[in-house]
């Protein structure tokens, strides 16, 4: 069993910063790409940042010079940190990520249960 736990959200004032962390557990051999979703409620979830093994990045255009997407290999971690937030950016966040869990298995992408970004003065 694979699990994915996110951590970080909470509520920010606009210009403010936080970061989101997750930590992927369970039988893993290998992630190949991980990343970060958002959704609003009534909206299509959509695709924040995208990082690969080697490190090569992904950004949505809005997030492009605020967001910082970073993993550790060795730890099966992910994270988001979000600067010079916006109001915008109130959404329930997501990791997510495409994982072998065994030599001969197939990569399928699991996902977290998401964290609560609230961007507000």
């Known amino acids: 069993q694979v699990q994915l736990v996110e951590s970080g959200g909470g509520l920010v004032q606009p210009g403010g910063s936080l970061r989101l962390s997750c930590a992927a557990s369970g039988s893993i051999f290998s992630i190949s790409y991980a990343g970060w979703s958002r959704q609003v409620p009534g909206k299509q979830r959509e695709m924040v940042a995208l990082?690969?093994?080697?490190?090569?990045?992904t950004y949505t255009d809005s997030v492009k010079g605020r967001f910082t997407i970073s993993r550790d290999n060795a730890k099966n971690m992910v994270s988001l940190q979000m600067n010079s937030l916006k109001p915008e950016d109130t959404a329930v966040y997501y990791c997510?990520?495409?994982?072998?869990?065994?030599?001969?298995?197939?990569?399928?992408?699991?996902w977290g249960q998401g964290t609560q970004v609230t961007v507000s003065s």
């Open positions: 997510n990520a495409n994982i072998l869990r065994t030599y001969s298995d197939s990569w399928r992408i699991y």
């Open positions: 990082i690969s093994r080697n490190g090569s990045t």
